[in-house]
């Protein structure tokens, strides 16, 4: 064979795939490089499995690697994903024929030509990483091209070479030395390669085959991470120039990587300020999806000694440093403006919201989140946890209990422990059940016994929000149009609140800020005499000012200080509005 056409390019990538997922666990295991995050397996296998299921192939070479290519930028995912996609996209960029089959001297060119292209991407190439290990492999294929026997004997021949440069990477990087590692990314690549030669060794095509590969985690990792949020995000759009985009996105974070497709390009980058990502790329054209993944969590996620973890979704209102001292993970709700998909808390604040309120074409809707993105969570925390305890928003004001709810069931009836509970309720209140859930289980409560006193706390729970204006909560329609009418001519501010079946509820108004504030202390101080008052939180959206006079005047009534404090979600303040401050207690 000296020609390659467009099933033997599929069939090349779909034995790679299937050697790199066999090694998934172990790639996740040995990543210490750039942040040992312990998600380089998962990210490579999910770049290639997306090539692999949304790529049309045929037996014209040159249609199947733009397919490839651009399936590569649409499931590039990591630091290592996007890599492969970039190398992926410099062979597209580098065949110079629209043929149905191409020689194999032509492909070992276009091999090199990509590994230019690929350098050329990334902000600050790092040897001994799996940069070097493509160059090395690319030079080897270029080397051997002469003696070829088969295409057999030039894979192998490179491979061999490959093998050498991965071990080398334990040399190079000094945290790849001090942790007895190769860079595992590079270990992707050159199993990736491996996976290839199989192909030509004629061996069968096995991709549900999955190896559980144990190591004892020694790695050692010192020091802060400079920037938290591991960004990714894909754009539509045509003539854009690569320069351009890297000057926009550097002074944002490091570890810069632009994957520039003939339709669309893919950005990573970390960075402290994701929203600020999202909001330039979209000067560039459609922003088609983002991915957000927290470095700090993951990294706390791998070290928790416990083998149970909570989950809630971003409408539950908790302080950020709380989440990563009790290892809370949380689910994005979408944020919807002008038909792109902004991730709550992360790609969307509640400054940014505000900002797209006065130049979007339609005012901003809300969505629960994908059930592919439920799915893909579950099962990437029960590869390290036990147990899987969720608290939600309530299944009266979003349908995003419902969706965690049925993939949990999925995964319960094949064996996995996973608790769901509907709080009834969202913001601060659901931030309180959360985070008393978390002490239980830190002081080793049984996830029954914390369950059951959850469940009897919703019925203690409650909350007391202070609108500046009727104007959001009308615009995003959670009230009447009339109704919202008449309050805004007449000045009326409203308190809402959250009834006992989860519904939002209209609590009371007054005609000034000092008016709704005596109704919640005279409310409060009754249900403190009464029952007593456990603990308490306050959020606020974009209103610091009444959020200290509130922690005054409630720490002097109750006699302490709030649990926490937080800003209130940009899928709250879509209803909420500019202004709002909310009190919520859990009654004893």
């Known amino acids: 064979m000296t020609m390659l056409n467009g ?26 490089f750039p942040v040992p995050d312990g998600d380089t397996g998962n990210n490579l296998v999910h770049t290639m499995q997306t090539i692999y299921r949304e790529s049309n192939h045929s037996e014209n070479f040159s249609e199947t690697l733009d397919s490839i290519s651009d399936s590569a930028l649409i499931g590039a995912r990591g630091n290592s994903g996007v890599i492969f996609a970039q190398f992926v996209n410099g062979l597209n960029l580098s065949n110079k024929h629209q043929s149905n089959q191409i020689p194999v001297n032509e492909f070992v060119d276009m091999v090199c030509d990509s590994v230019t292209h690929t350098y050329a991407s990334l902000s600050n190439p790092v040897e001994g990483t799996m940069i070097t290990v493509i160059r090395h492999w690319a030079e080897s294929l270029k080397e051997h091209l002469g003696s070829m026997e088969s295409i057999k004997h030039l894979f192998s021949g490179a491979l061999t070479r490959a093998k050498e440069s991965l071990e080398k ?30 192909y030509f060794n004629g061996d069968t095509l096995d991709l549900d085959e999955n190896e559980v590969v144990e190591l004892e985690d020694t790695h050692e990792f010192e020091g802060d991470i400079t920037f938290r949020y591991c960004t990714e995000g894909l754009v539509r759009a045509k003539h854009i120039e690569e320069d351009d985009v890297r000057a926009a996105l550097s002074d944002l974070g490091d570890s810069l990587i632009v994957a520039m497709g003939k339709h669309l390009f893919r950005v990573h980058i970390h960075t402290n300020t994701p929203e600020q990502v999202f909001k330039r790329l979209g000067r560039f054209g459609n922003i088609e999806s983002q991915k957000i993944d ?21 409408i539950g209102d908790i302080d950020k440093d709380i989440l990563l001292d009790e290892n809370i993970v949380v689910i994005p709700i979408f944020v919807n403006v002008d038909q792109v998909q902004y991730l709550d808390k992360l790609s969307m604040t ?71 509970i509907d709080t009834l309720t969202n913001s601060g209140a659901q931030g309180l059940l959360v985070t008393k859930a978390a002490e239980m289980m830190k002081e080793g409560r049984s996830t029954e016994d914390i369950v059951n006193i959850i469940k009897d706390d919703l019925d203690k729970t409650e909350i007391l929000v202070c609108l500046e204006t009727f104007k959001y909560a009308t615009m995003s329609g959670r009230l009447p149009k009339v ?9 009326i501010r409203p308190i809402m609140t959250i009834n006992k079946k989860g519904e939002g509820a209209a609590f009371g108004m007054a005609l000034s800020q000092k008016g709704i504030t005596k109704k919640i202390k005279k409310y409060v101080e009754k249900e403190l005499t009464q029952y007593g008052i456990e603990r308490y939180s306050l959020v606020h959206c974009l209103n610091q000012d009444l959020l200290e006079e509130y922690e005054a005047l409630f720490t002097d009534i109750i006699g302490k200080k709030p649990e926490f404090k937080a800003e209130v979600s940009s899928a709250v303040a879509v209803h909420s509005g500019i202004g709002s401050v909310a009190i919520s207690y859990i009654k004893k």
């Open 169 to 198: 990477t334990k040399e190079t990087l000094e945290v790849l030395k001090k942790n007895n590692v190769v860079d595992s990314g590079a270990k992707g690549f050159v199993l990736f390669v491996e996976g290839m030669l199989s």
């Open 483 to 491: 109704v919202g009418k008449i309050g805004m001519t007449l000045g």
């Open 7 to 32: 099933t033997d390019l599929f069939n090349m990538f779909a034995h790679g795939t299937s050697y790199v997922m066999k090694q998934r666990n172990l790639l996740n295991d040995i990543n210490v």
């Open 294 to 314: 927290d470095m700090k969590m993951d990294i706390a996620l791998k070290n928790r000694k416990n083998k149970r973890v909570i989950v809630t979704d971003s």
């Open 350 to 420: 509640n400054e940014t919201l505000f900002e797209y309120v006065d130049e979007a074409l339609a005012y901003p809707t809300t969505s629960a989140p994908s059930i592919k993105y439920v799915n893909d969570l579950f099962n990437r925390l029960l590869l390290r946890f036990d147990e899987i305890l969720v608290l939600t928003v309530s299944s009266n004001l979003s349908a995003t209990y419902n969706i965690i709810k049925a993939e949990a069931d999925k995964l319960t009836k094949k064996g996995k422990n996973i608790e769901v």
